[in-house]
């Protein structure tokens, strides 16, 4: 089973930007999907960004245009580059690398 581990949140002003890595215990180079979820308390893990085996990818719309999700499979390892974030953008960001165990999340804050 692969596990992951997230990386890169933090606290950031509105407008500004992170990068969140994630990286894998196996190659990603055959794994069927990436994708990153988000979280915040009291409510569902939501999917907030998708690559496929052929890096097509997906967003929500409400994060569209503003994050990218990228993967470098020399370093088995995927990052969410996040710009203009929002306040409702804050949440625990997760990665799963296909069908990966869950890590432990990275947190966002966005706040003055």
């Known amino acids: 089973q692969v596990h992951v581990a997230e990386s890169g949140g933090g606290l950031v002003q509105p407008g500004g930007s992170l990068r969140l890595s994630c990286i894998a215990s196996?190659?990603?180079?055959?794994?069927?999907?990436l994708a990153w979820y988000r979280q915040v308390p009291g409510n569902k893990r939501e999917m907030v960004a998708f690559m496929d085996l052929y890096s097509r990818t997906r967003y929500i719309d409400s994060v569209e245009g503003r994050f990218t999700i990228a993967r470098d499979n020399a370093k088995n390892t995927t990052y969410l580059q996040m710009d203009s974030l929002k306040p409702e953008d804050a949440a625990v960001y997760y990665c799963k690398c296909g069908h990966s165990e869950w890590g432990q999340g990275t947190q966002v804050i966005v706040s003055t």
């Open positions: 196996g190659s990603l180079a055959s794994v069927p999907f």
